[in-house]
């Protein structure tokens, strides 16, 4: 493979860096927010609550994500099959089956398998930043005649984001990396156009391509988190 064919193959991907960026983005946007929700579920006083939330934490973290990403993505297919087989069709599965023939059918399995995976561990970083605050704090704002809402906004929130950054940049760090198991279902980004280019130049250059379109973008996600770092170093 010579100069000209890596030069391609560097321009091919670009191509496909923006659907890698989609999957990547659009985690975050879900997996964030769900993995407060989960945190927060885990801590409810209703044991049952309780308990199926660490069910769910211990699934999502104890399977592999590959995994995750085939089963939500033929479950659907399943289920429309087996309702048609059965004589069971309702406006349920007929949303589902025009859901399955949607051209983002791929993308949105993706997205739901990897929000699903990552809120489980968002879930735990954030429970172990919000624990490591010490309980003086809350009686003092108490004290201070602070509410709950002003207590946790005000004085705990900042101090839990900054304990929780370098936890988080890792997980983001491995997201970025992850991006590339969207190959299960052939989902048309970054590693699979390098897959496709190796076999036809019958080279691993394309692979080593791909390897430095992960690299640079995990160096910018550590140059983010080391400005977030920095933001807010006067918590020391």
Known sequence: MNFNDALSVTKLLLEYVPATLKLFFFTLLFSIPLGMVVMWLKKCRFKPVSWLTKLYILVMRGTPLILQIVVVHYAIPMIVSNAKNSG???????????LMLSENYMFITLIVAFSLNYAAYFAEIFRGGLESIPVGQYEAAQM?????PQTFFRI??????K???????????TL??????ATTIAYAEIMLIAKQQMNTYSSIVPLFIAGLFYFIMNAIVT???MLLEKHYSYYR
């Open 223 to 225: 140059l983010v988190f």
């Open 163 to 173: 304990r929780v950054i370098p936890a988080v940049s890792n997980e983001v760090m």
């Open 176 to 181: 970025v990396k992850d991006t590339s198991l």
């Open 144 to 148: 201070l005649g602070m509410t709950k």
């Open 156 to 161: 705990i929130l900042p101090q839990v984001f």
């Open 88 to 98: 069971n069709e309702s406006d349920f599965i007929d949303w589902l089956r025009e």
